[in-house]
Structure formats: structure tokens, C-alpha cells
């Protein structure tokens, strides 16, 4: 875990690939875990700490926290109504079509834990386990590697719609090809963050590097 920007009001830090956001087990540390240790002002109370933006544990990358309240509020309105921006940076294999496109497509999570893409529902309903659309936009910007703006936040949404459109994360086991002789992480980073500030109103970027 790496600080990237703190203030009164919240935190960032770098997540190595392999740490949890969140876990409920007392056997294993996370990264909210780690955080809260941080904060303890050793009065005996649990520090004000509240996750915003989230990433999945085999992804390396920047995480936002919120310190108050108001901050997480405002913070996860933004995240709903698309004010923040989030990109991504991947590696992937097989030929990438474009040089840029907007991927749309539309997931389910099953009860293993495994997204799938399905067809565009013709009566598109609202319920837990119905069909979601989901957006990004990828830019190439080496051999293979892709910079990608997520516009909707779904369970392993990029490494689903990257693997459909022919391009599979490097080191994705899940949905991408098996390779035992592939040591290396999942490539896949949570690169950059622009929100506003909910205490200044400033534009603020944040990058993983």
C-alpha cells in the first residue's frame, strides 16, 4: 500500500494485485484494514474511514477513500451520476480491431461468481440478476496495451467485454486464455481518477504512478 494524496477529508493509496478492499475475516488483512490501523488516533475509537471507489483483488491500482461522511456522500453521488472519471490500463493478447472503440454490451453475474455477456433483453427490467448494460471505451496506446474509460462500474466488466471483443487481459485466468506457464499478475490497473473535491469544488486527477 502506497499513500498517493491525503487530506482532512479523504485518501488514496496504490493497491498491490492480491490485497482485498474489503474482507470480512478476521484471519486476513485488506486494504481498509491496513488504513484504519493508520488513522487510529489510539483513543479507543474506530477512525472514520469509507470506501468509494472499489477494485477487485487480483487488480493492482488507485483506491479512494472518503473521512467523513459528506465527503463519502458527495463522492458516491459523483460515482452514480458519472461525474467521475475512471481509467483504466490493460495488456492484453490477440489483435486489438481498432485503434479506439466504445465496447456496450449487456452482463449478468451468476452464482459462481462468473459474468457473462447475454443478448440485449427486448423488455429491459430493473430486478437484482437482470441484464445490465455495460460501457467502456478502449484507446490503443502500444502493441498491446490499452488505455479504457469505464462509463458503468459491473462485477469484471472490462475483463468480460475485452475477452468477447478478442483481447484478453494478460494473466486472466478466469476469462482469458490458460496458460500454466504464465506466472505473472492479472494486468490490469486502476489507473486514474478526476472527481471534485467535496470540500474545495476543485477538479482533482489522480494517477497511479
Do not use: C
Request: charged residues 30%; glycine residues 6%; proline residues 5%.
Amino acid at each position: 500500500m502506497k499513500i498517493l494524496y491525503e487530506d482532512d477529508e479523504i485518501i488514496a493509496v496504490f493497491k498491490e494485485a492480491g490485497l482485498a478492499v474489503q474482507l470480512r475475516s478476521a484471519l486476513q488483512m485488506d486494504l481498509e484494514s491496513m488504513l484504519l490501523r493508520r488513522l487510529d488516533r489510539g483513543d479507543g475509537r474506530r477512525p472514520e474511514l469509507y470506501v468509494v471507489h472499489r477494485i477487485d483483488q487480483p487488480v493492482e491500482g488507485l483506491v479512494l477513500f472518503a473521512k467523513t461522511k459528506e465527503a463519502a456522500a458527495d463522492l458516491t453521488r459523483q460515482l452514480t451520476d458519472g461525474r467521475m472519471k475512471k481509467i483504466y490500463k490493460a495488456r492484453v493478447e490477440g489483435q486489438v480491431p481498432k485503434e479506439e472503440d466504445t465496447l456496450e454490451d449487456y452482463l449478468v453475474r451468476d452464482a459462481g461468481n462468473v459474468t457473462r455477456i447475454v443478448p440485449k433483453p427486448k423488455n429491459p427490467s430493473k430486478g437484482r440478476n437482470a441484464p445490465k448494460k455495460s460501457v467502456l471505451h478502449y484507446r490503443k496506446v502500444g502493441d498491446s496495451e490499452l488505455l479504457i474509460e469505464l462509463f458503468t462500474g459491473r462485477h469484471h466488466q472490462i475483463r468480460v467485454q475485452l475477452a468477447n471483443a478478442g483481447m484478453p487481459i494478460v494473466g486472466d485466468r478466469k476469462y482469458g486464455k490458460t496458460d500454466p506457464a504464465y506466472r505473472g499478475r492479472l494486468m490490469l490497473t486502476a489507473w486514474q481518477l478526476t472527481f471534485i473535491h467535496p470540500k474545495t469544488k476543485k477538479m482533482v486527477t489522480l494517477t497511479a504512478e
